[in-house]
């Protein structure tokens, strides 16, 4: 069959199961626009800025596991994609980007709306494409699904120039991908695990630091069953929380420099970590040379370029997490196994490492990192509290970057897998309102909810459009303090309260909304928080809630720069130093 290149770009994408795409018009790409209505099977949603577009497609990745797509036009419109295309990159989302390229014999002559986004985009994605033949475009289409859904995720970017959409051509789709270069490992090595195996049975003190790596694998109950078998205690990188059930005996919640302080000071003690499907990033280690100092490191990871990084290794495993895990698990011996068991052992398993964990739930209770301090004031934890209390803990959490951030994820307890969808790597403010949008139409039956601070809220505000034309009935719920409030929260912990350029002003987030077409709230009092809740969740549409909160309220713990986890600043007039000197484990 006969096509020109717009209706092969579109058929493409239906032929790989894409049901939405997430867009802005402009002129080179008007001729991909042109077809749209021939394809009634791709819903299209309009967004009010390109960067809403990339971001939505990333929440629809996160929420579905299935490739999220934008649209954009060439220059201005392309280079509006790029800080969604690398906050994708950092966090392993598959997005596949298209932008309109001017015409071939107009490229490199600095045409109007010319851009190179293939040469900008090299550093910020998997791969990318500037598709210069129409009979090119299926296979193009074809190869890049496959780069960006397997293996580690990440974006793939294909520009089309403008002829290109209006060339025609025969089109057969390929059944299959051969590229001899890309071929990811997804077995771990038996040998290897074999070794990791003997480690964990052999461990007095070991620890699982899981990340998002579990979620992307879908390897929930392979961690389960390691954690329970082997009784390991279980932290969580930032982005790799919900990946297990936060309720769970075994959870000790999430590690780093805003981690609960048991966390830190467990993977501080372990003998062994088991690090699956997270990088020892900045924001869980802290000072690297500081970081779980009596510790062997197993480090299972598909990517093979994130092990020994950042940490010495002992044992790496390259593979697949789901696929490894399942081999592992087959080698692990149970409590059983060791014959330790008590009768006052409240765990799934048995009693092996009893004493370890009952050790952390020490720490847990001499450090309690999540207690919400007794005030009259509205409090931005209480908040994050009470809509965990009206979900039932049920809905997907999509935040922005900053404290509302941090007291999402200390503060909702996620028991259902993959329920927080944040921007981790990149700290991309303005995330949460598009990639919401993207989330609750990947996810239409679940209950998604926005949560933002002032500041991110008004960089992408104008998807407010975005929900109400296209009926997405997201929940917002901002945490208004009038500042720019980690930044803030940094200058008065280490820049002597001066306060720069974080004081924000902003519109009335009611009225604003109420512009926009979306019912709307204001908060001010603790007494109407769950009322406030209770009818945005009983609204059908789209609702939103200004919560009037604390405007200098900190998230604590929070590690000062170049400290170790264990350096962890607790409270406004605590600073407890665990790593200032040798701590005595040998009893542990």
């Known amino acids: 069959m006969r096509m020109n290149g717009a209706q092969m770009l579109c058929q493409s994408l239906i032929n790989e ?6 867009g802005y018009p402009g002129g080179a790409i008007l001729p991909l626009y042109d077809v749209l209505p021939q394809y009634p099977q791709l819903r299209h949603i309009l967004v ?63 045409a109007f709306q010319e851009i190179d986004i293939i040469g900008i985009t090299v550093p910020i994605t998997k791969h990318n494409y500037q598709v210069s033949r129409v009979e090119d475009m299926a296979k ?21 120039p403008r002829d290109v959409f209006t060339d025609e051509a025969a089109f057969a789709y390929p059944a299959r991908v051969n590229l001899a270069g890309y071929c990811p490992t997804v077995q771990g090595h038996p040998l290897q695990i074999k070794k990791a195996a003997r480690l964990i049975n052999e461990a007095k003190r070991p620890a699982i630091i899981a990340g998002r790596g579990v979620i992307i694998s879908k390897a929930y109950q392979e961690l389960k069953e390691l954690a329970e078998k082997a009784q390991v205690p279980v932290v969580t990188t930032f982005l790799g929380i919900s990946c297990f059930p936060e309720s769970h005996v075994l959870s000790f919640g999430m590690l780093g420099v805003h981690g609960m302080a048991y966390a830190n000071l467990a993977v501080d003690a372990a003998d062994l970590i088991i690090a699956i499907g997270m990088r020892f990033d900045d924001r869980a280690t802290a000072k690297v040379s500081g970081f779980a100092p009596h510790a062997q490191i197993i480090h299972i990871d598909i990517d093979p370029a994130e092990i020994g990084k950042n940490l010495k290794v002992s044992v790496p495993i390259v593979g697949d997490i789901k696929n490894v895990l399942q081999s592992l698990n087959k080698q692990i011996e149970g409590s059983g196994d060791r014959g330790q068991g008590s009768e006052d052992c409240q765990l799934p398993t048995g009693d092996c490492r009893l004493g370890w964990i009952r050790q952390i739930e020490e720490w847990r209770r001499e450090h309690p990192s999540t207690v919400i301090r007794e005030t009259e004031q509205l409090l931005p934890q209480y908040v994050i509290q009470k809509i965990h209390q009206v979900t039932a803990g049920r809905a997907t959490i999509v935040t922005g970057v900053g404290q509302h951030q941090m007291w999402s994820a200390q503060h909702y307890c996620y028991d259902k897998p993959n329920s927080l969808i944040s921007s981790g790597g990149l700290g991309t403010m303005g995330f949460e309102l598009p990639a919401a949008v993207g989330a609750k139409v990947g996810l239409p ?33 901002i945490l208004n303090n009038g500042y720019l409030g980690m930044v803030r929260q940094w200058q008065e912990m280490f820049y002597g309260r001066r306060y720069v350029a974080t004081p924000l002003s902003g519109p009335d987030f009611v009225k604003l909304a109420e512009a926009y077409g979306l019912p709307a709230l204001r908060v001010r009092s603790k007494a109407e928080v769950i009322p406030a809740i209770q009818q945005a969740m009983d609204h059908p549409g789209p609702f939103l809630i200004d919560f009037v909160v604390e405007p200098e309220e900190n998230v604590y713990p929070m590690v000062a720069p170049g400290a170790a986890i264990t350096e962890m600043i607790e409270s406004p007039v605590e600073k407890v130093e665990f790593g200032s000197k040798p701590r005595d484990i040998s009893n542990l």
């Open 445 to 477: 039956d679940d209950c998604v909810w926005c949560v933002a601070g002032d500041g991110g809220f008004q960089m992408t505000v104008q998807e407010l459009a975005t929900i109400v034309q296209d009926d997405i009935a997201v929940k917002i719920a």
């Open 48 to 110: 009010r800025h390109e960067q809403g577009a990339a971001h939505a497609a990333d929440g629809y990745a996160r929420a579905t596991g299935k490739a999220g797509v934008c649209f954009a036009t060439s220059g201005p419109g392309a280079c509006n994609l790029v800080t969604g295309i690398a906050s994708a990159h950092l966090d392993s989302s598959p997005v596949i980007a298209i932008t309109a390229q001017v015409a071939r014999h107009f490229i490199g002559k600095d």
């Open 140 to 160: 193009v289409f074809k190869e890049a699904f496959h780069i960006a859904t397997t293996g580690r995720p990440g974006p793939v970017l294909i520009d089309v």
């Open 17 to 22: 199961g894409v049901e939405v795409v997430f």
